[in-house]
């Protein structure tokens, strides 16, 4: 099909709302792990992964707060971080669970991320990742399913 030809010869009038995206959310999500300041999500599509990034960032000690189930809104409240790790348990689903590598580091010079899960839709390297993480001075090392990432000379 090269064209559509529309006939008609009414204006059309209206409005659509556009939904969010996963795999925008999900990037914002993680860099709310960058600020101890509350970030507010909105317009945040309706998603299993949605709910499994809030799970992860809970984990870490982040406060994730939702007024509905399934939320379309996400507050994220991170003071403090007392785990820089994204467990197997938790990442399992989702392939999502690197774009928290970044933020971690940041945030506590070090971080254990096991490697992406999620659906078998062909091979998705994460090696963009550490590559712009080793530029910054990251010592990365994979480990039991793990990356393993440090600020040079953090033990």
Sequence with gaps: MDKFLIKGGKAL????????A???????????????????VRNVPRVRDLVTMSKL????????????????????E??????AEAPYEL???????????????ARAGVARVSLPGGCAIGA???DLHLKALEQMGAEIATSHGYIE??????S
């Design 13 to 20: 009038r209206g409005s659509v709302a556009v939904s969010g």
């Design 22 to 40: 996963k795999n925008s959310a999900l990037p914002v999500m993680a860099a709310a792990l960058l600020t101890s300041d509350k970030v507010v």
């Design 57 to 76: 960032l809970a984990f870490m000690d982040a406060k994730v707060t939702v007024a509905a189930v399934p939320a379309s809104v996400y507050e994220i």
């Design 78 to 83: 991170a003071p403090r971080l007392n785990h």
């Design 91 to 105: 990442v399992k689903t989702m392939r999502a669970s690197i774009l928290t590598l970044g933020p971690l580091m």
């Design 124 to 126: 998705r390297p994460v």
């Design 149 to 154: 990432a440090k600020v040079h000379g953090n």
